[in-house]
């Protein structure tokens, strides 16, 4: 199988980046200048507040919200002495202390960023960790010869004292000049780092993480990548620059796509990428997943759809739950879906055919680089994961809440919309000495209320004794009234 990159970045404002495998797309990641992404960056920050009720301070780091810290992810050598019968966190921590911090969560909406003092400096095949002691490998390493292997070659690495090191599942089969290349990587980033927070007063910013360009290609180029093929001069010498200090061998299979053509186009790719915002994504059989996230979690439902090719249907079932597993394991990879999720499988009654699809799933679950738990499918044909938030969904930044229905996905019909507002005239005209009343509604409702609702109208004006006009405004979108009232007295 061809495993390709291609990096579109030819607009400054937005970087779209494709894994693709035979011209079908396994792995998409988009970033716009609009919402900048912090996660990884690492800020000199000073404490502005401790709160011991929520075992956590919040730091300004220099953004505009304050960063969120809690007290499992304040390092040790941050604490001040302390009485050693009083251990709260006021005593622990003070106002006004200056920390290095890690953003490991962006900010969302209203909720600043989440912090940690735990530093941990990614590279191409291992994460360096100031402060830490821990020597190990990446648990998706799961080869117990290779583990080892790889386990013998750090101990015998000169890593210097007060760090640790873990190897990366980049860096399964790497051997010990390409590991050591990789600390003195690491360690000359770390001395800069280390130097800036000396020279610079907090807050401010220390080390930037990478562009997403050469993120990508850090956490997800492998050996089996024939080809990667960018359409921005900039980023195809930013690109080559980065391959050439990581993989010098491989430098030739950068290149710069210069075709009138978009890039994306030429692979067929826009349509995928379309696909990954749709509800729905459909398999080959004729099924279909109907994808939605929520506050709580994310919900996948699987349907059979005009899949009937089988002999019964429990045969029928299995097999759409079968080809399901690997279409929601690539949907969960594509659209960076996070936290608890719910698969809602076609029932089905034999428990070998249970087993089967929840082992499938976890297979189609291991080429991804977020952790994963899986349970059994339950009685109802419910199935519980979760999988580790990396990143941001993929709507954030290049998706907005919907202005018509304020993300509901759905918007009141022009019946409801209208008896909504002959229940507000009612309300407003309750009270005496209104000579004048005018409704402003979108021209849709207008039309409704002054074609099928002419008589109850009529009513309230006798009733009252008021004269009432309604108006259609173009610009008013669903849901959006407003009444204007003239008293006697004017």
Request: charged letters at 30%.
């Amino acid at each position: 199988m061809t495993r390709k990159i291609l990096i579109n970045a030819q607009d400054t404002d937005e970087t779209r980046i494709a894994a693709v495998i035979e011209n079908k797309l396994e792995q998409f990641h988009i970033e716009t200048t609009a919402k900048q992404v912090t996660q990884g960056s690492i800020y000199k920050g000073v404490v502005t507040r401790v709160e011991p009720s929520l075992q956590a301070v919040f730091v300004d780091y220099g953004e505009p919200k304050n960063g969120f810290l809690q007290k499992n992810e304040i390092h040790k050598d941050y604490y001040q002495a302390v009485d050693s019968k009083n251990k709260g966190l006021f005593n622990l921590i003070k106002k006004g202390q200056e920390l290095i911090v890690q953003v490991t969560k962006d900010p969302i909406s209203s909720k600043g960023a989440m912090l940690t003092t735990f530093i941990s400096l990614p590279g191409r095949l291992s994460v360096l960790m100031p402060g830490n002691s821990t020597k190990g490998v990446s648990r998706k390493i799961d080869e117990e010869e290779e583990r080892k292997r790889l386990v013998g070659i750090i101990k015998n690495m000169k890593i210097p004292e007060g760090f640790g090191m873990i190897v990366r599942t980049a860096g399964r089969n790497s051997t010990k000049t390409l590991l050591t290349a990789d600390l003195r990587y690491l360690m000359r980033a770390w001395k800069n780092i280390d130097k800036k927070a000396i020279k610079n007063t907090a807050p401010c910013l220390l080390y930037k993480e990478q562009t997403l360009a050469v993120r990508s290609l850090r956490d997800y180029f492998t050996t089996d990548v024939k080809e990667i093929l960018i359409d921005s001069p900039e980023v195809f010498k930013e690109v080559k620059d980065f391959i050439g200090v990581i993989a010098p061998k491989q430098s030739k299979i950068v290149k710069q796509y210069k075709s009138e053509k978009p890039i994306f186009t030429k692979y067929q790719l826009e349509d995928q990428i379309a696909s990954i915002y749709r509800k729905q994504s459909t398999l080959k059989s004729g099924g279909a997943l109907v994808i939605e996230q929520t506050e709580a979690l994310v919900s996948i439902d699987v349907n059979s759809g005009k899949s009937t090719k089988k002999k019964n249907i429990e045969e029928t079932a299995f097999h759409t739950n079968l080809e399901a597993c690997e279409e929601v394991a690539r949907q969960l990879r594509l659209r960076d879906l996070g936290g608890l999720i719910v698969v809602d499988f076609i029932d089905m009654k034999e428990r070998r055919h249970k087993a089967e699809i929840t082992k499938t799933l976890k297979k189609h679950l291991k080429s991804d680089k977020a952790k994963t738990k899986v349970g059994g499918i339950t009685k109802f044909g419910l199935l519980e994961m979760s999988r580790q938030r990396i990143r941001h969904s993929i709507t954030f930044g290049s998706h907005e809440p919907c202005r018509y229905c304020n993300g509901r996905g759905q918007v009141p019909s022009v019946e409801t919309q209208g008896l909504a507002f002959l229940r507000q005239l009612n309300l407003k005209t309750l009270k005496p000495d209104i000579l004048q009343v005018t409704g402003f509604i979108p021209t849709s409702v207008a039309t409704y209320l002054l074609n099928k609702k002419r008589g109850e109208l009529t009513e309230i004006e006798q009733k009252r004794k008021v004269t009432i006009t309604i108006e259609g405004d173009s610009k008013m979108t669903s849901g959006q009234s407003h009444i204007d009232i003239i008293n006697q007295s004017h």
